[in-house]
């Protein structure tokens, strides 16, 4: 019943732009945070963004700021990752998260775990 759903994950050119949604069901955007992971080849999974249950706060990796916007859409109970800019150090397969805390390095003590979207960046 609970769900995270991940699309929009493609092959794009370096610079240019993908948005990823996370379709939630079975709960409401208003119970958890809602955190992007992405896992790169050969790496450990790493905190992308985050965005707390009352949408007053977001946090990006030093590595993604300027770059990547977190949003939601409550209507529809799914998160967006917008990035721009995209580098080829941001292929990876992307995940989204229900998370009981937020803080200032991230989602914390995950609940929900998507089954991921494929993002690479390549020429």
């Known amino acids: 019943q609970v769900q995270l759903v991940e699309s929009g994950g493609d092959l794009v050119q370096p610079g240019g732009s993908l948005r990823l949604s996370c379709a939630a069901s079975g709960f409401t955007l208003q119970d958890y945070a809602i955190g992007w992971f992405r896992q790169a080849p050969g790496k450990e999974r790493e905190g992308v963004s985050c965005i707390s249950s009352i949408d007053a706060y977001r946090y990006y990796a030093d590595s993604v700021k300027g770059r990547f916007t977190i949003s939601e859409d409550n209507a529809k109970n799914t998160v967006y990752l917008q990035m721009d800019s995209l580098k080829p150090e941001d292929t990876a397969i992307y995940y989204c998260?229900?998370?009981?805390?937020?803080?200032?390095?991230?989602?914390?003590?995950?609940?929900?775990w998507g089954q991921g979207t494929q993002v690479t960046v390549s020429s």
């Open positions: 998260a229900a998370a009981y805390i937020f803080s200032s390095y991230g989602c914390q003590n995950v609940h929900y």
